[in-house]
């Protein structure tokens, strides 16, 4: 059909390269897939799901996930849509209905916005995928241990680099997905490095 993967190889590529790789970027244009390629992978970790062509990483117990972008409206109605579905209709997204473990948690002061909701893995454990945003300012990325975290859009240096302390102890996976809306940026460059102007 439409969707098979060989058309889609930049994205097999993608997930092949978490095996090896603790940060990865998908850095293209509007309209490509870039969401609903972090959100799959996301959602095969949070289950320990994992389809038989998989040849990324695999977490054999539940995992602490991030999924954030740039504001909070944002992350409500493009993260958590795609994860979710529709806010009243939870478990029509990505993240199958049967897999959602009790009630998401509200977040507050944002409206229809979920916080954090609870996801059973395959292992017969319990992962849990918060949500988060940019304007929250990197305090709000401080904290405990996450084996990954999904950045939906470009962060700024802080954010990033306060997320990557997260991953430490875990050698946890980092996912980057973004159009470079602002141009040869330091995340830019950690990725591709050769594009450096020489001084």
């Known amino acids: 059909g439409p969707l098979r993967r ?13 095996s090896e790789h603790q940060e990865r970027a998908a850095i293209s244009g509007n309209r490509c897939g870039k969401t609903v390629l972090s959100c799959y992978e996301t959602t095969s970790h949070l289950t320990g799901v994992y389809p038989n ?5 695999r977490f054999d117990h539940p995992v602490d996930w991030w999924a954030a972008s740039d504001t909070s409206e944002t992350t409500r109605d ?7 579905g529709q806010f009243n209709d939870i478990g029509t997204g990505m993240i199958p ?8 948690t509200r977040r507050r002061g944002v409206p229809d916005a979920i916080d954090t909701v609870r996801v059973k893995h395959a292992s017969g454990g319990i992962s849990s995928l918060g ?14 241990a996450k084996h990954g975290i999904s950045l939906d859009e470009e962060p700024d ?13 875990t050698s946890g996976l980092m996912i980057c997905t973004f159009t470079p809306l602002m141009g040869m940026s330091s995340i830019v ?3 591709m490095p050769e594009l450096a102007i020489a001084e």
Do not use: N
Not at 6 to 18: I, N, S, T, V
Not at 78 to 84: C, D, G, R, W, Y
Not at 97 to 104: F, I, K, N, P, S
Not at 132 to 144: H, L
């Open 6 to 18: 060989e058309l889609y190889p930049k994205h097999l590529q993608f997930f092949e390269a978490g």
């Open 53 to 57: 062509w998989w040849t990324g990483r």
């Open 78 to 84: 493009i993260l958590q849509l795609e994860f979710l």
């Open 97 to 104: 209905r049967e897999y959602l473990v009790g009630d998401a």
């Open 131 to 144: 949500f988060k945003s940019y304007d929250q300012g990197r305090e709000k990325f401080q904290g405990t």
């Open 157 to 169: 240096e802080k954010i990033y680099f306060e997320c990557l302390t997260r991953l430490m102890t």
């Open 189 to 191: 460059l950690r990725y």
